[in-house]
């Protein structure tokens, strides 16, 4: 007999069955049995809202103890919750929430004018999560049903949403908890997003494992010192951090196990410098996506290696990640095509269970994988995805711009960087860049708006009329 695949709710649950320390925010500590009343008592909440079983529920909440207990809660009642990005404006919220099925929006209170002014935008209900009460209620859950659901930009510009059912998050949690070597004596802390997959994606992999978990609301040097004095031995972060840290001469921390990268490659002098800063850690940089993370692992030992004299290791996202199986799709004489990857971890799939990731590459003999850009335009900036359709749109708005086209341009910190080319209303008077920046920031989040701006007289197209980006060049 088949035994029954296993549900991320029911490794929550058996991890923090216990008295020990589970969440660590601020002057607030909740033991494990603590946090799993809490969800029992954000299940309850949930029930009373009249919402849809089995529908995501769009919400405004920030890494804390109360967001941990609703998701655990959510998951565990068939109320998925589906966070979304609290520094992106409420326009960009709103159409996250005008394509979901929910009639109501939660928020947490530090949120709720961001959260009325989606609301009002999205025609939503607006519900302001409480103090959550506690209850042994018990929380359960089907293989198939959702955990919860992220999104992420899609090649159309359009946000699309990830679903991450109970067995793939369960696998998830397995592959990337042995990777990182997360059990109940490890402290994981981090500073991406809820919202991100390496926020909650993270945070979900800590909470199979029973993990310590606290959390930074952003990335800042004096969090850091934060997490050091706490005596975190998990984090993760993008290289640029990384490198903010070794700038400030604030990158020691003696007790850190395992450091998790991704979204750029690591500069060899910052690897050095991290193993002279944090003896002892093991650094992982795990190549994914929203959509199914990791597909595939640098592994510490291939750091160690790479610092030992093989630094073309660090030009590679690694090989094929535990029970992960690769594929170059369309393979040209170079044999670089589309990265696919099929795995019981991956979220997003075809019929035949691939992950079509969008990234071109190839796959040399020794198994390591080497990309070679995306296939569609989307600019990678530290991890975030950004559409230049969306910015050009944006930019179209403005009375001094008469055309425009984004392109990402390369960057040694963030992978990439945004770059706009302006065809202004008038050539002998362009628009002021500092004017753009803050016209595009009041409309974008800040990881969108360009970084340098170039004033052109027209824009390169095909015989069709399309911009050719590829052909944009900066002087």
């Known amino acids: 007999m088949t035994a029954r695949p296993e549900t991320w709710t029911a490794l929550v649950g058996r991890a923090y069955d216990h008295t020990r320390p589970a969440v660590r925010f601020g002057d607030l500590t909740w033991s494990g049995r603590e946090l799993l009343d809490r969800a029992g008592g954000a299940a309850g909440w949930l029930d009373t809202l009249g919402l849809a079983p089995g529908a995501p529920v769009p919400a405004l909440v920030a890494t804390s103890a109360e967001a941990l207990a609703l998701v655990v809660g959510g998951a565990g009642s068939g109320h998925p919750l589906a966070p979304l990005g609290v520094r992106m404006t409420a326009y960009e919220i709103a159409a996250v929430v005008e394509s979901m099925d929910s009639e109501v929006l939660l928020a947490q209170p530090e949120f709720v004018g961001l959260a009325y002014q989606v609301a009002e935008l999205s025609g939503r209900r607006l519900a302001v999560v409480p103090e959550l009460p506690s209850s042994s209620r018990s929380l359960t859950s089907a293989p198939d049903e959702l955990a919860a659901v992220l999104h992420t930009s899609g090649t159309t510009g359009r946000p699309k949403p990830v679903p991450m059912t109970q067995r793939r998050l369960a696998a998830r949690a397995g592959v990337n908890g042995r990777l990182c070597a997360l059990d109940p004596d490890s402290f994981y802390g981090g500073s991406a997003p809820f919202h991100h997959i390496a926020g909650l994606g993270n945070l979900a992999v800590a909470l199979a494992a029973g993990a310590l978990i606290t959390g930074l609301p952003r990335f800042t040097v004096?969090?850091?010192?934060?997490?050091?004095?706490?005596?975190?031995?998990?984090?993760?972060?993008?290289?640029?951090?990384?490198?903010?840290?070794?700038?400030?001469?604030?990158?020691?921390?003696?007790?850190?196990?395992?450091?998790?990268?991704?979204?750029?490659?690591?500069?060899?002098?910052?690897?050095?410098?991290?193993?002279?800063?944090?003896?002892?850690?093991?650094?992982?940089?795990?190549?994914?996506?929203?959509?199914?993370?990791?597909?595939?692992?640098?592994?510490?030992?291939?750091?160690?290696?790479?610092v030992a004299g093989r630094t073309e290791l660090l030009r590679s996202v690694g090989r094929a990640a535990p029970g992960t199986e690769l594929r170059v799709h369309g393979a040209g004489p170079d044999g670089i095509g589309e990265i696919h990857a099929r795995g019981d971890h991956l979220f997003r799939v075809d019929a035949e269970g691939w992950l079509h990731s969008g990234d071109l590459g190839r796959v040399a003999p020794d198994g390591y994988v080497y990309l070679s850009g995306r296939h569609s335009d989307m600019i990678i900036r530290g991890g975030e995805n950004v559409h230049p359709l969306e910015v050009e749109t944006v930019l179209a708005g403005h009375p001094g711009v008469s055309d425009a086209a984004v392109t990402g341009a390369p960057d040694e910190r963030l992978g990439q960087t945004v770059v706009a080319f302006v065809v202004p209303s008038d050539p002998a008077a362009p628009p002021d860049p500092a004017g753009l920046r803050a016209y595009a920031r009041d409309r974008l989040s800040g990881f969108k708006v360009p970084v340098r701006w170039w004033f052109v007289s027209d824009l390169p197209r095909n015989a069709n009329g399309k911009v050719l980006r590829r052909s944009l060049r900066e002087p």
């Open 222 to 306: 004096d969090g850091w010192a934060r997490l050091r004095q706490l005596g975190t031995t998990h984090t993760s972060m993008v290289p640029a951090m990384l490198e903010t840290l070794h700038a400030a001469g604030q990158a020691r921390h003696e007790t850190l196990r395992v450091l998790q990268y991704g979204g750029a490659p690591i500069r060899p002098g910052t690897l050095r410098q991290t193993y002279e800063a944090m003896p002892g850690v093991r650094m992982l940089n795990m190549f994914g996506q929203t959509e199914g993370s990791p597909i595939s692992v640098l592994t510490p030992e291939d750091h160690r290696e790479a």
